[in-house]
């Protein structure tokens, strides 16, 4: 009976050792498939986008394309359609040497290739970007500390430059604190899942340049 029980026990810690592993290489799969299809899509963004500056850490260098907007101008979000999918830009991280597309809207689908606008724009000053956590999207974003740069550029090529602020983590069912945190000022919010799913770790900057 003995002998019985301790096999049993070694065929279940087998059964479970087989099963965490099987989770392992399907969220290394994901996550390598994920960065692949992140690079393709931006390679095709980099032909269509007027512009996506580079940053050698002193200024942007836009060479005057990107103009203030008039005070009567209206507002738009300035999406780029490429090859049947919308985008809302292309995000840069340099302390994280991460640079991807942004979807123009989120789904389940779209957050397996790329990061996704979850709401807002850069225009409006209150854009929300959300990804998977994949190392390869935003599974380093709990890295960025207070004064690292983050650029976007929308489909125009105008380009947003951003300083974060803080990083704190939020619960996963309360939107309000996602979207708005402990205050109500941010031009752009970063965010992914934690480990467990259940909250998100989330980046909130402020705009730096006019």
Avoid at 51 to 58: E, F, M
Avoid at 80 to 98: K, M
Avoid at 130 to 140: C, E, K, L, P
Wanted: hydrophobic content about 35%; some cysteine; charged content about 20%.
């Amino acid at each position: 009976m003995k002998k019985m029980h301790g096999r049993l026990c070694i065929i279940i810690g087998a059964a479970l050792l087989l099963a965490a592993l099987s989770l392992v290489l399907y969220n290394l799969n994901k996550d390598s498939h994920g960065g692949k299809a992140s690079q393709e899509l931006l390679e095709e963004l980099r032909l269509e986008i007027p512009q996506i500056s580079t940053y050698d850490g002193n200024e942007l260098n836009n060479n005057d394309l990107f103009k203030e907007y008039e005070s009567n101008e209206p507002i738009q979000d300035n999406f780029i359609e490429v090859n049947g999918r919308t985008y809302a830009g292309v995000i840069f991280i340099p302390s994280l040497q991460l640079e991807l597309p942004v979807l123009s809207e989120w789904s389940y689908d779209n957050l397996d290739i790329s990061p996704c606008r979850y709401s807002g724009s850069a225009a409006r000053g209150n854009l929300i970007i959300a990804a998977h956590n994949y190392r390869s999207h935003f599974g380093r974003l709990q890295e960025l500390g207070s004064g690292d740069i983050i650029i976007f550029t929308d489909g125009k090529g105008i380009v947003y430059e951003y300083e974060a602020v803080q990083t704190e983590t939020v619960d996963g069912r309360d939107v309000e604190a996602m979207e708005f945190g402990s205050e109500n000022n941010w031009d752009l919010t970063l965010f992914t899942c934690t480990l467990s799913g259940q909250s998100r770790v989330t980046v909130r900057a402020v705009r730096t340049n006019n």
